[in-house]
């Protein structure tokens, strides 16, 4: 009953999509109020059908009805009650309604929200959103129902891939998806200013809370996305680069230029053709992304069995959004007039090299994924494009980002002081230096190390500069500098919060990868095994019973400098439905250092083969991308205050406003 | 500066951008892709020992041998099989029967040394690659399970 009144719900939810879709752009091009006026109410009452079929697929899981193919095929009467609920979404059925009602909630929150919007604008965006709603929900309806039901229902599900037992499941992919989806919001309202042929300030004032939410929500998933593949398989990794990753990276990187680009727009009404181009490229990403992930199209260690008629659909989705987007854009960009002029030695200019580069590597990562294919395609050689190639094209892009970075905030707009800007960053270069020579000196690496490890360090200190820029430390007195810093706007800590995050981030990827020191080593009960400052003592296996899993335990004594400091248990753990093996690491973190331990298959008499990593600042990989991730709240913070509120051009004189 | 020259400084610029991701690019790709092939393709084509290729197939039943962290195996396609030395920590899904793929060298000697071994996250995919090695072989009949 529940699958067949959710099934209905989701077809209500597409003739609703189709209103949305259909109504309010005829109304904005007719200019009828009336028309334009349904967009709202649909929009809102489409997330709620969408959220009911939702809740009824998530109750139908709790309940454990294995009558429904769906439930059936990735869940288990003995699976703990999270797992229930996160395995919602561990499908291909269950993560595209995931999708599709994350697109709705953005919808209905611009519904909801939009009131100062000009109505036309709503109408048009609205009215975009709706048209994705209406090909996700399609695609949902007649390729990847969740909702079909299996006669005869069997006693006992199938379960869940137990990889995806895990809480990374329940926060990894909702992100992920609110990132995706959230450049939906500001690709409709590309899409609209391009129907409308206007864009102005304030289009971008609209823009850029949407692309900064997507983007805080991206930033946030992917870290997380690591931080699970990290602990939870069993390699010791934290990235890959492999094809479903980097179709997470694309819209990451044209959504950071997009940020940069729609600040132009918003603060001197130029590059706007260029910013409404990434709104619409952000959002074809995602969608590609999505095709890459859903389609089996490329191998990868994320793949997971798929339909290729699903591949083919999606492939249409993807056609018609991206070719009927730039084909709008080609046909009503040469209407958008040009806006303010500036130097090139300027902020604008600086934010334009940002987005050069960010682009540039957008255009490597897509590159080298989709070269692949490609190459099949043309000569039938099958080739595997790997980590090498993108940390030799992406790693010195980025590397080239990051060292110019600081000097973007210290420049003025329309006209900067680059020698100025330059003595400025002076001692973050010292500091930087300094530590290159004392971190290289003690611990060693390769050149590209070294470059890196001042790239970082540079990167974190001129972020610092910017702060001590902007309250004018050792210029004014103590109680002037609080007073300042409390004065500052939140967007301007938003802006040096993420330019440390990447620093720091970039940072614990030069540590992991330069410092990093790795045992592989066979022990008998009794064994030791040193690695860094740390002794491990191997005592034994055990055997331990879960829910729905057995696992035989292996128990080192972790000593540091003779005394106990931890008790690592690593675990070789077989998930009793479908006889599916997993490697549970156990990972001790000390400072922001961890002790990473992994065994295999142990051996008669207790003899284990053990895996140990000792990973110096490691932490700092995902620390970072959260204290972007808190820049971008802050920022968001920020507009909120200021939206519908004159601004505040006094503070203008003091500090350049952000 | 006038909005025409401004333009063509910023012409300039992201051609010296793009130029520069060009060229990384393609000095990359030359140097690092890695070239798939399956058993039957290697007994057939003579590929220099020491280049970093990809192999994939299906590991042979009855062919898996540990000795501590070694592992020996033979990968199959059906038509012909590879043996294959790794040394490290297998996947969670190798098996015997299961479809791999393999990253490493030929020995010089009919073997091959891998020093990746491809994991899976579910066990119904089965790498597009060995597949179609498969296909080639005659040797797929049903179609990529559910």
Known sequence: ?658 | MSRRQRRLLLIGLALGVLGLAAALALSALRETIVFFHSPTEIAEKNIQPGTRIRIGGLVKEGTIKRDGLEARFEVTDGGNSLPVVYRGVLPDLFREGQGVVAEGVLDGSGGFRADTVLAKHDENYMPREVVDALKEQGYWQHGVKQ
């Not at chain 1, 939810?13 to 904005?28: D, F, H, N, R, S």
């Not at chain 1, 600040?263 to 992304?289: H, M, N, Y």
């Not at chain 1, 990562?365 to 494009?385: D, H, M, Q």
């Not at chain 1, 006889?579 to 156990?586: C, I, L, Q, R, V």
């Open chain 1, 1 to 658: 009953m529940i699958a067949e009144l959710s099934h209905y719900a989701l077809v209500l939810a597409l003739a609703l999509a189709i209103m949305q879709a259909v109504l309010p752009l005829w109304g904005a091009a007719k200019n009828d109020a009336t028309l334009m006026g349904v967009a709202e109410p649909v929009a809102i009452a489409n997330f709620a059908f969408v959220a009911l079929a939702f809740a009824g697929l998530t109750a139908l899981y709790i309940g454990s009805d294995f009558s429904v193919t769906n439930v059936f095929e990735n869940s288990h009467s003995a699976k703990p009650l999270i797992y229930k609920i996160t395995g919602v979404w561990g499908n291909h059925e269950g993560s595209m309604l995931l999708w599709v009602l994350v697109l709705a909630l953005f919808s209905a929150f611009v519904a909801a929200f939009g009131g100062n919007l000009p109505a036309r604008l709503r109408a048009n965006a609205l009215g975009v959103q709706g048209l994705i709603a209406t090909a996700f929900l399609l695609f949902i309806l007649t390729t990847s129902n969740p909702f079909l039901r299996l006669e005869p229902a069997p006693a006992e599900g199938r379960d869940l891939n137990p990889i995806l037992q895990d809480l990374g499941l329940a926060i990894h992919p909702p992100l992920l998806y609110l990132g995706y989806v959230g450049f939906s919001i500001s690709f409709a309202f590309a899409v609209a200013a391009l129907l409308e042929g206007k864009i102005d300030a304030a289009w971008a004032r609209w823009v850029r809370p949407w692309t900064l939410a997507a983007w805080v929500f991206l930033t946030l998933g992917i870290a997380m996305g690591s931080y699970w593949a990290y602990y939870e398989l069993g390699w010791g990794g934290f990235w890959f680069w492999d094809p479903v990753e980097n179709a997470s990276v694309l819209p990451w990187l044209t959504g950071t230029a997009l940020l940069h680009s729609a600040l132009v727009v918003e603060k001197r009404d130029a590059l706007k053709i260029w910013t409404v181009l990434l709104a619409i490229l952000a959002f074809s990403l995602s969608l590609l992304g999505t095709f890459l992930v859903r389609s089996g199209v490329l191998t990868s260690v994320h793949a997971f069995a798929t339909d290729p008629t699903r591949g083919v659909f999606i492939l249409a989705i993807l056609a018609f959004f991206i070719g009927g987007s730039l084909a709008l854009f080609a046909w009503r960009a040469p209407e958008l007039k040009p806006g303010g002029i500036f130097a090139p030695v300027s902020r604008e200019g600086a934010l334009i090299l940002n987005n050069l580069l960010l682009t540039a590597a957008a255009a490597t990562v897509l590159t080298g994924t989709l070269y692949p294919l490609a190459l099949e395609a043309l000569t039938g050689e099958k080739i595997s494009v790997g980590a090498p190639f993108f940390n030799r094209t992406v790693g010195p892009l980025m590397l080239l980002l990051l060292v110019l970075m600081p000097a973007g905030p210290l420049l003025a707009w329309k006209r900067g002081d680059a020698l100025g800007a330059a003595q400025r960053l002076v001692l973050a270069g010292g500091i930087a230096l300094a530590a290159v020579i004392l971190l290289y000196i003690t611990a060693g690496g390769s050149l590209m190390a070294a470059i890196s490890l001042f790239v970082a360090v540079f990167a974190i200190a001129g972020a610092i500069t910017e702060f001590a820029e902007r309250i004018q430390l050792f210029r004014v007195s103590a109680g002037e500098l609080f007073s300042r810093a409390i004065g500052l706007p939140r967007a301007a800590y938003g802006s040096i919060f993420a330019h440390a995050g990447i620093g720091l981030a970039l940072l614990g990827i030069v540590a992991e990868s330069n410092w990093s020191t790795e045992r592989i080593v066979a022990l008998k009960p009794g064994d030791q095994v040193s690695i860094a400052s740390f002794n491990l003592g191997y005592t034994g296996i055990g055997r331990r019973e879960g829910p729905n899993w057995i696992e035989d335990v292996g128990r080192f004594e972790v000593r540091r400098g003779g005394t106990l400091v931890a008790v690592a248990e690593p675990a070789k753990r077989v998930y009793v439905a479908r006889g599916m093996p997993t490697t549970e690491a156990s990972i001790h973190t000390f400072g922001l250092g961890q002790l990473y331990v992994t065994i295999n298959d142990p051996e008669q008499g207790g003899g284990v083969s053990a895996r140990i990593y000792w990973k110096p600042l490691v932490l700092l990989i995902w620390l970072g991308p959260v204290l972007m991730a808190v820049g971008g709240v802050l920022s968001l913070s920020d507009r909120r205050l200021r939206i519908g509120a004159p601004r505040r051009a006094a503070r203008a004189a003091v500090a350049p406003a952000e």
